[in-house]
């Protein structure tokens, strides 16, 4: 599966870099969980100074978030099953674009919960 990557820009430094797009592959086989490690390992979104930044991840085909993921956490927080693989997540399509909506360093936990009782 083809995931492009998208993200807003962080800081008027980080701009010189943008647009901050990436496509990876990963076999659709795989978990979501396996998605969050790949973004780590290619370090796709940049430290914060103070080891605390909030994100949020967006499906683009229909807006729903998909994930909190937090600098300071070690895994995401997903709003569907993290043991689902991709191919079951975004109905078996060879293409999808995720974006992430930096948050600054808003609590994590609480932007989780409002987003779940907006959308669930």
């Known amino acids: 599966m083809i ?3 998208t993200r807003n820009s962080v800081a008027m430094g ?3 870099y943008a647009p901050h797009d990436q496509k990876i592959i990963i076999p659709s086989y795989k ?3 396996h998605l969050w490690n790949k973004m780590k390992e290619i370090r796709y979104l940049p430290s914060i100074y103070g080891g605390e930044a909030t994100r949020i991840l967006y499906r683009t085909d229909n807006d ?3 994930a ?3 600098q300071q956490w070690e895994k995401a927080k997903f709003f569907v099953q993290s043991q689902q693989t991709l191919a079951q997540c975004f109905e078996e399509v060879n293409r999808i ?3 992430f909506v930096y948050r600054a ?3 994590p936990d609480t932007v989780y919960r409002n987003l779940l ?3 669930w």
């Open 3 to 5: 995931i492009e990557l």
């Open 64 to 66: 729903l978030p998909l």
């Open 31 to 33: 978990q979501l969980d």
């Open 105 to 107: 360093q808003e609590n």
């Open 97 to 99: 674009t995720l974006h």
């Open 14 to 16: 980080d701009d010189v």
């Open 117 to 119: 009782e907006h959308f």
């Open 68 to 70: 909190v993921v937090a």
